[in-house]
């Protein structure tokens, strides 16, 4: 089992482009949860997923930010336009219903908004 | 809204010594608790867990302790070795939920 997978490790950007972050999670996983690392407030949950479907986003900061699980084994995250406040680690989760010891999380994306 | 807090941003201690990282919560129905570990350049990894029908669990050097009365749980490494050195994220969740984490704590054992 490779994990989840996370792509880019890392990503430059200027401020006002669009910028997409991705995740695949474990097979088999029906949880997907998307958290934000900064240095003030550690890791936030932004979003989660539950079979594909957005149970919780009231952690997205603005509506500049988008989440998508188009299929089981896939999901993006999406700023648009993104500012240099955005600037911080992203990561991803996933994990099996009632596996409360069991989430799983990639190696991050690092996101530098210039 | 930080239903989970770790007030020690950093904690350093000695080799072979007693490490303690403390966490507290606001949220009276979180009834799992987590602590995670990260390395730089990697995702947090999950360490020990507590039921909140537990007030201790332990697995080998690393126990975790609740206190439910307090909304307090804390972290204890013993002894610590230098391979700890690490962030330390506290965790809660309330009925198979969504997981909180607090901002961390960055642990560095000295040789």
């Known amino acids: 089992d490779a994990g989840v997978i996370q792509s880019p490790r890392h990503e430059v950007t200027e401020m006002g482009q669009e910028v997409t972050l991705r995740c695949k999670p474990i097979s088999g996983h029906d949880y997907l949860f998307w958290y934000r690392q900064t240095m003030m407030r550690g890791l936030e949950l932004l979003i989660y997923f539950n079979n594909n479907v957005p149970i919780d986003d009231s952690g997205m900061p603005e509506d500049r930010f988008s989440a998508k699980m188009p299929n089981a084994s896939f999901s993006t995250l999406k700023i648009q336009p993104s500012e240099p406040r955005d600037s911080a680690v992203y990561f991803c989760?996933?994990?099996?219903?009632?596996?409360?010891?069991?989430?799983?999380f990639g190696s991050g994306t690092r996101l530098t908004v210039v | 809204d930080q239903q989970v807090k770790q007030n020690s941003p950093s904690l350093s201690v000695q080799e072979g010594r007693i490490s303690i990282l403390n966490c507290d919560y606001t949220n009276s129905m979180f009834d799992y608790f987590l602590w995670y570990k990260k390395y730089p350049a990697e995702g947090p990894t999950f360490l020990i867990s507590?039921?909140?029908?537990?007030d201790k669990n332990e697995d080998g050097r690393f126990t975790v302790f609740l206190n439910k009365s307090a909304k307090h749980l804390s972290l204890h490494i013993v002894p610590s070795q230098p391979g700890d050195s690490a962030v330390y994220f506290c965790a809660a969740s309330a009925l198979n939920n969504d997981m909180r984490f607090g901002a961390g704590t960055r642990l560095t054992v000295k040789p």
């Open positions: 989760a996933s994990s099996l219903r009632g596996q409360r010891d069991g989430y799983t």
């Open positions: 507590i039921s909140s029908i537990k």
